[in-house]
Structure formats: structure tokens, C-alpha cells
């Protein structure tokens, strides 16, 4: 049986994580999530791997922005607390933690 360094077993034992991805470009807007390694050429992949599949729909913001192009991503937690509430003017929203 062949040896193998710890650096390589760790190499392939990077957890994958779930992370939301949102674009805006041209006017236009779109959200998915990607299954990916947490690092920047892994998330790179992912998500030019998802654009190519054509999958994703894209909507139109409306309006022209000056805003630059834009791509957001946060790490999306499948969280077993139960979510923090305010009531606003009425209205019951979430709130941060």
C-alpha cells in the first residue's frame, strides 16, 4: 500500500460548503447557489460552471444604474436556531444576530 503525506489528504478534505452568489451586470440581476470549496479559484469555477449551464434566469433591474458590475456571495448556513424577530411599524421582520 502506497504512503501518503498528510498534505495531501488535506488538500482533498477541504470541506464543501453552500454559498448564495448574486450578479448584477448590464442592468440585469440574478441570484443562485453554488456548491463549492471555500476558496477563490474553487468559487470562480463553480460559478462559471453555473453561467455556462444557462440555467440560471436573469431579470431586469428596470432601470439604468451607474453602478458598477457587481458579484456578491455569502455562505449560506442551514442554521437549526430559529430565526430572531422584530415587529417595525407593524410589520414583523427578521433581524440579524
Known sequence: MA?????TFSKYSEKMKK????????????SFEVETEDNAKSMEKSILDKIGEK??????????????????????????????????LGVEVAVGV
Open 3 to 7: 504512503e501518503h503525506s498528510s498534505a
Open 19 to 30: 454559498f448564495l452568489v448574486k450578479i448584477w451586470a448590464y442592468d440585469h440581476y440574478t
Open 55 to 88: 440555467s440560471i434566469k436573469w431579470e431586469s433591474t428596470g432601470m439604468f444604474s451607474n453602478n458598477p458590475n457587481r458579484i456578491t456571495y455569502e455562505e449560506v448556513i442551514d442554521g437549526t436556531r430559529p430565526v430572531q424577530t422584530k415587529t417595525v
